[in-house]
């Protein structure tokens, strides 16, 4: 596979898994370099990594600034949007949130908002009535800023996309990152010109899921791992397509040149671009992921569009 270029769009670096802790004990040393030197060695070109809430955006804006090819995004998950009831100034939360994604903009860092969207699996959290308030607001940030829109979508797909037909005139483009709908919810997404469809190793669990990624369009997919989660698993419909692996030993065995067991990496993005080619019952995996590549450039990096494009045809892939 030399010559693949991936563009993982949701990495969760801001995870404590990250930092070697695991269920609140530490087993071993923060390991972010390695993890990214094996990422930049599968070709994985870039990096977004995700912002979950103000806090973690922070975050994920302080990593995206250690390394020329990590970027992030700003924003607020549903399951999360309490935090803006709980600060005790909704108002001044949300100028927070929009202060923090206009100076990552700035840098050219933060290249998106969210994740935010609905997901109806974990109201637990969060109410839809809390989810849905916060969830619009946040296209807000999109339209003052003019960045694309990084979605959660779970068991909610009529509210949500009732939701973003309201909001349309406020952003252009996006991406339902790590979608496992049904072929119904897809439909209903696609319907939405510039929304594309991020797959990563949960989307890939069942005959049915594989049956669903393989009708999308090609021109609307990206990948991603989701990493430290959404791992392909040897129980996944998808695992029999997987071609690439990485040697991995358990955590209280660290090994800084074996990937953790259970802890998904962002260099398996690879693995997530194989089983979508056996969906799209394609050999050209160089032209698929040229293809991909170029999805992700037009919504995240469009400055690079072009010179991206020029770069992966020349190289051959």
């Not at 989307?203 to 999308?216: M, R």
Request: glycine content about 8%; hydrophobic content about 40%; charged content about 25%.
């Amino acid at each position: 596979m030399a010559g693949l270029r991936m563009i993982d769009i949701a990495v969760n670096f801001t995870d404590g898994m990250f930092k070697g802790i695991y269920n609140n004990r530490r087993c071993h040393a923060a390991d972010l370099p390695v993890v990214l030197q094996r990422a930049w060695n599968a070709g994985v070109d870039r990096i977004i990594v995700t912002g979950g809430s103000l806090q973690e955006s922070r975050e994920a804006l302080a990593i995206a600034e250690t390394d020329g090819r990590l970027f992030c995004t700003v924003g607020v998950h549903p399951t999360r949007c309490m935090e803006f009831e709980e600060s005790g100034d909704p108002e001044l939360h949300f100028q927070e949130l929009l202060s923090l994604a206009r100076q990552g903009a700035e840098k050219g860092k933060v290249v998106a908002v969210g994740e935010c969207g609905l997901d109806y699996d974990r109201t637990h959290f969060c109410s839809p009535e809390v989810q849905k308030r916060y969830f619009e607001r946040q296209f807000e940030l999109a339209a003052a800023l003019k960045l694309p829109m990084f979605l959660h979508m779970r068991a909610a797909a009529e509210d949500f996309c009732d939701i973003l037909s309201r909001n349309k005139h406020l952003f252009t483009t996006g991406v339902a990152h790590s979608f496992t709908g049904s072929a119904k919810d897809c439909d209903l997404l696609l319907k939405f010109t510039g929304l594309y469809i991020g797959i990563n190793g949960c989307s890939l669990k069942t005959p049915e899921n594989l049956s669903v990624v393989g009708a999308i369009p090609i021109e609307r997919l990206m990948i991603e791992t989701d990493s430290p989660y959404c791992e392909i698993k040897s129980t996944h419909a998808g695992n029999r397509f997987v071609t690439s692996a990485w040697p991995s030993k358990k955590k209280e065995k660290y090994d800084p040149d074996f990937m953790v067991k259970g802890r998904n990496e962002p260099c398996t993005v690879r693995q997530v671009l194989e089983v979508l080619a056996a969906c799209k019952c394609t050999e050209d995996i160089h032209g698929l992921a040229r293809t991909i590549f170029q999805n992700t450039c037009r919504v995240f990096f469009p400055q690079d569009l072009d010179a991206a494009a020029d770069g992966v045809n020349g190289d051959g892939c």
